[in-house]
Each structure stands twice: as C-alpha cells, then as structure tokens.
C-alpha cells in the first residue's frame, strides 16, 4: 500500500464519474432518424414481464400437419435461440407435444412506447435459416465473412435427420455426439466439401440465422450423406445441438394460432418506488459510513456507487463481451442485496484498521492489517452468496447457458423450469457480489492507501483512531 501515490484517489473517482455518465447515458450517433447505439444507457433497459407487461403468444405447425417430437423441440430451440439474441432472459418457453402448440410469453421491447408485438412475433416464428459453411471467418460483430460468408456448403432443405447419439470409444467409454443424414443433392455436396477440407484439416461452421452453433473439423472425407459431429459433448449438450439443427430443417413455418398481450404484474409503479427506496436506502448507507467510519466512510460511499453502476453496466450491455440483460423487480432487489454485503465488506475492514490504529500501530500497518485479516471474512461471506446466485441462474435460466450446463449434473434429474425473475435475481446478485471485490475490496484499498499519503489525511482520528501518534 506503500506504493500508491497521491493522484490514485483522484484518478479513481474520476474513472467512476467517467464510467457512470457513459452507463446511465449511453452513446449513440444518428443518421436521420436512425439511431445507432454504440453503448447502451439505461433508457434501453429492457424491463421484464412483472414490470412492463409483454406478449403471450402459441405457435403451432400448418393446419393438418402433425410435428414429430424432433421438430417440436428444434422449433423450441430456434425460439430460444431468438429470444437470447435480443437479450431477452425474462420470457417463458415450453412445448405442448400433445396439440403440437409451443408457448412463450416475453416482456415488450425497451424504450419502445409503439412497440409493434405483431413483428415481434412473426420474427420470432419464422423458419430458422440454418447454413453449413465453409470455414469460420467472422468480422467484430461475429457474423460471417470472407470465405465464410461467401461459401455456403449446404443448407437446412438439405438436412433429413438431426439426433443426439452415442457410442463407445476404444477406451470402453461412452461419448455423446450429433448425428446428420442429408439428402442426395447435400450428400453430393457435403462429399465434394470433406474431400477438400479433410486433406487440410479444414472447418466447416454451422450457423442458425447469423449466429455459429458449431464449428467442428473436417477429419475425413464424407461421401455417404451420413456425418457425425464430436467434441466431449453431454447428452444435454448433444441433444441441444441436434434441436437447433433440426429448427433449422423444419419442412414448415410456424404459425400463430392464438395471440394475446399480458399486463403488468406488478407495474411501472412498483419498479419506481423500488428504485426511490433503493435510492433512499443508499444514501442513508453513505450517511451511517461517514458518520461511524469517517474518512474511510467516503471511501466506501464512492466505491458502492461504483458497485452501482458496474452492475447496472452489466444489466444494458455496457460491456461488448456480455449481452443486455432483462431487469425484473427481484432483479431490483438483487442490486440492493448485493450492496448490503458491499457495506458488510467495508464494516469489517474498517472495524479490523480501528482494532490496530486503538492498539498503537502506526496508519499504513493498519491500514495493510486491517485489510489483510478481512479478507477471509469478506471472501467466505461473498463466495457464499456466489454459490448461491449460481444454482438459481442454473436451475431458472436458459438451458443453453454457461451457468445450467455447469450445473447440469445436479438437474439432470428435473424438468427443464425457465423462470426469468428468478434468474434476473440471481444475475444481478452474481454480478453485484464479484463487482465488490473489485470496488468495495481493491478501490477502497488503493484509495484510501493514496488519501493516507496527504500529509492533511494522516490523523488516525479520521480513520477511527483515538490518537495523533502514527
């Protein structure tokens, strides 16, 4: 702690200023009437069902056609894939195998007050256009180019069969895969591809519409129509991966057979007096700290704030490499939450620096002290929480995501149950809790490490001590 210098603290606080005017304001240009978003503020934070309301809507195939199971769970697949690339994680997903119907409610678009539901659902509904692909060439934006873009091997028409499968490697170990059957004109085509590739090593990239589901290497050539696609796959992984191929083969396009708007649970009202409290109750949390803890209290008042808006930068897509998230009431309360146990972090560290000022230690080995003894409590009591905001955005979120296939071995047994609240809930507190180590752990630290170099700011009394002696 020694080492920080005196500009830290400012350098620190401005970042944060920085950072919360670009999250809460976002940056966008215009060309005409065309806005274009290059980070989101939080005016496009999409609000969950139990706040805004959304659309209840049920697919179904063409009348007099009968969906196998196969098709019912790649049209499901395509559905989800759909409402994750918008960014939409509070919605309702399931299938009806018995009317051949597939149900999802989801919240209406954010910032959008002519919010057109009608388009929104015909998108939703349409047959996915799944494309083999020759190679994996991708621009920023993760979509196709160059030979990617250019090379399209075979398309969904051509795919008959799509299933999950197993079978014994020469270890005596079952492994999980993909099985394909094309027809004629893609077996022709399939073989001409492998034949070349193979000899390379080469990759052929499976997209649904323009996101890449997979990219397996060409081993050997294929002329048989008949392929298999590998990779340390789970059954829950293989069979994923087959419904989204098969979505993408649907001999049909869904129709809408029944439509309907669903209001507001709880309302617009709701979310606001929740954030007036929050907001409330923070500042009287900055309050308590200053008054109780002083100089470190200031402190701990700007690193929460900072906890805020990383949180809040999370929720709006701030971040390039993690999509927007939907924010729900519970979610609201995960915000709060996971500033209680920022506040928590900074009491223990503060009362263990009075514990060593009161026993006659000098400012900066308390200082060091005082933060080196917390770290176990803060790290025991968070990671804790960590476990917990898991298990939730496993078991209630969507079950292509990283955090249900980590804990697929625990609800294997369980039917699939998506419930956007509680996922909203368990995100916001997740992302709250990791972002305190970073504010209410390593800024306070090096921020009050940096006032302590002000000759001004070394009185113990400012940091709890009942001396002058340093």
């Known amino acids: ?32 009437d065309t806005k274009t978003s290059h980070i989101k503020g939080v005016d496009e934070i999409r609000w969950g069902i139990d706040i805004s309301g959304g659309v209840d809507v049920t697919f179904s195939p063409p009348e007099g056609v009968e969906a196998t199971q196969e098709q019912m769970d790649g049209a499901q697949a395509a559905i989800e894939m759909r409402l994750v690339s918008l960014g939409i994680t509070d919605y309702e997903l399931y299938a009806d195998y018995s009317n051949y119907d597939i149900i999802v409610r989801f919240p209406w678009q954010a910032g959008e007050e002519d919010f057109d539901p009608e388009a929104a659902v015909a998108e939703l509904g349409e047959t996915a256009q799944l494309t083999f692909r020759e190679g994996y060439e991708v621009d920023d934006l993760g979509l196709p180019t160059g030979v990617t873009a250019e090379n399209i091997i075979l398309t969904g028409e051509n795919v008959e069969l799509a299933s999950a499968a197993f079978r014994q490697n020469e270890n005596g170990e079952y492994e999980f895969l993909v099985a394909l059957e094309f027809d004629s004109e ?46 340390d796959f789970t059954q829950e992984e293989a069979k994923a ?38 907001a409330i109750a923070f500042a009287l949390i900055c309050v308590y700290m200053i008054v109780v803890y002083r100089l470190p209290g200031v402190v701990a008042s700007i690193a929460l704030a900072g906890q805020v808006v990383g949180t809040i930068a999370c929720i709006t897509g701030f971040f390039g490499f993690m999509p927007s998230f939907t924010l729900t009431i519970p979610g609201i309360a995960g915000i709060i939450l996971a500033v209680g146990m920022g506040v928590d972090a900074n009491v223990v560290t503060f009362e263990r620096v009075k514990e060593e000022l009161r026993a006659g ?3 900066y080995t308390s200082l060091e002290l005082g933060y080196s003894r917390a770290w176990a409590a803060i790290f025991d009591g968070n990671i804790t929480i960590v476990f917990v905001a898991v298990i939730l955005m496993g078991a209630f979120g969507p079950p292509d995501s990283l955090f249900a296939k980590a804990m697929s071995w625990l609800y ?55 001396s002058d002696e340093q």
């Open 1 to 32: 702690m020694r080492r920080v210098k005196k500009p830290v603290f400012f350098i620190v606080v401005v970042l944060i200023a920085v950072f919360a005017f670009l999250t809460f304001n976002g940056v966008s240009t215009y060309y005409g």
């Open 412 to 466: 294997f047994m369980f039917p699939t149950t998506i419930e956007g609240t509680i996922y909203s809930f368990g995100y916001t507190l997740l992302v709250g809790v990791v972002l305190n180590f970073v504010f209410g752990v390593f800024c306070t630290r090096i921020m009050l490490a940096s006032l302590a170099k002000f000759k001004a700011l070394r009185n113990p009394k400012l940091y709890g001590g009942v």
């Open 186 to 231: 893609g077996t022709s085509a399939f073989a001409d591809a492998t034949t070349r590739l193979s000899a390379e090593d080469g990759v052929i990239s499976i997209w649904m519409d323009d996101t890449c589901i997979s990219a397996p290497t060409v081993g050997v050539a294929i002329t048989d129509g008949k392929c298999e696609i590998s990779g």
């Open 241 to 278: 991966l087959a419904d989204k191929i098969s979505a993408g083969a649907l001999p049909y396009e869904l129709v809408t057979s029944n439509f309907s708007t669903i209001s507001a649970t709880m309302g617009a009202g709701a979310r606001n007096a929740m954030l007036i409290a929050g």
């Open 361 to 363: 230690k000098g400012l």
